[in-house]
């Protein structure tokens, strides 16, 4: 299941209590041997603050499924980051290749989603075009790794099979365009299936015939001037991921550009109440916070809350702001997390509303 789908999923589900555990994994060993001792350590806080709030009677199903963690976690592929989404009704793990701010366990009516949201921001499903003397190669890829290459009846390309040799240099250069041509209609085919920008992996020479021939340029969001040999795919991932992630940094730079533009026509708000209405208003367009920020709160109605010290406090929402970004992101706007210094002219948490 796709991430959003996994988010729009637990948000629609509104149970007390409804936990949330949330921490970093190490890969490699020795490292990894910490894994097991986090998760003993917020399941003991868990059972420790539901005992306390709901007592051992009212919720046996959840402390037996806390109590298996563990062993789920054995059998587990992790990444950089886990999170741990239990209730009566659901018990799901989902991995994460972005570690997180705050290590933490949550406990509230509805789940605390706010570390996926930020690696939904973060998470790039991408293709990547590989263009070498030996011919053509895509690749569907997910951040920095490769999740296959693509081989269908125009993937992988030979070598160019036109004559490209000669003194005729009109001639040769529209031999070679014609290659290009015939590779970029396939990329195409393949873009207009899935939807998936490319980043090009060539020499600066065929990037630039490629662009020339190129029907959709705009998908071409990237390139990097190597010459990775097709035995290398992991290689040529995590260098076009560094691409990538340039290019995420630059979209949030150019998000609170627009914030601040926003100010001096009245759409930009920052009290944290104003920004939690136009949020569940469907008002909210565009959504900044910095990355280490948050807030519990204690409900007063369903639009206001008192701002509160402790998170653990009972009858606390743990983290406002999970569901503010999520309100923001499913009815149809933008929402960044950010440790950019540019924010902290506007404040913690900002939100742009569309009127």
Do not use: C
Not at 32 to 57: C, F, H, T, V
């Amino acid at each position: 299941m796709a991430l959003k789908d996994i988010i729009q999923s637990l948000t629609e589900k509104n149970e007390s209590p409804s936990i949330t555990l949330s921490f970093n994994t190490y890969r490699t060993f020795p490292d990894s041997e910490k894994n097991p001792i986090i998760l003993k350590n917020l399941i003991k806080e868990a059972e420790n603050r539901l005992l306390e709030e709901y007592g051992k009677r009212d919720i046996p199903e959840i402390l037996e499924k806390l109590e298996e963690l563990p062993d789920k976690l054995a059998t587990t592929k992790l990444m950089d980051s886990l999170h741990v989404f239990i209730s009566k009704d659901v018990d799901e793990l989902v991995v994460s290749p972005w570690p997180v701010d705050n290590e933490a366990v949550f406990i509230d009516d509805t789940f605390a989603v706010k570390p996926l949201i930020k690696a939904l921001n973060r998470t790039k499903e991408y293709m990547i075009l590989s263009i070498a003397q030996g011919g053509a190669h895509l690749f569907e890829a997910l951040n920095d790794g490769i999740e296959k290459e693509i081989v269908n009846d125009d993937f992988p390309f030979d070598a160019n099979p036109l004559e490209v040799t000669g003194s005729d240099n009109n001639k040769v250069e529209n031999r070679l365009k014609e290659y290009f041509n015939q590779i970029d209609k396939a990329v195409v085919e393949v873009h207009n299936g899935n939807d998936l920008d490319v980043v090009v992996i060539s020499t600066e020479p065929n990037y630039a015939m490629l662009m020339e021939v190129a029907d959709i340029p705009k998908m071409y969001i990237a390139h990097d001037n190597k010459n990775y040999d097709v035995s290398e795919p992991d290689k040529m991932a995590k260098q076009a991921f560094e691409s990538i992630k340039d290019l995420q940094k630059e979209e949030r730079g150019l998000a609170i550009g627009e914030l601040k533009q926003a100010v001096s026509s009245g759409q930009v708000l920052t009290d944290l109440q104003d920004i939690y209405q136009a949020a569940i208003d469907g008002r909210g367009d565009l959504l900044m916070v910095q990355q280490d920020y948050e807030q519990p709160v204690k409900m007063t109605s369903d639009r206001s809350f008192d701002l509160v010290d402790d998170a653990k406090e009972t009858g606390v929402v743990d983290d406002i702001v999970s569901s503010i970004a999520w309100n923001v992101l499913s009815k149809g706007g933008k929402a960044y997390f950010t440790g950019q210094e540019e924010l902290s002219d506007l404040g913690q948490i900002v939100l742009k509303v569309r009127y």
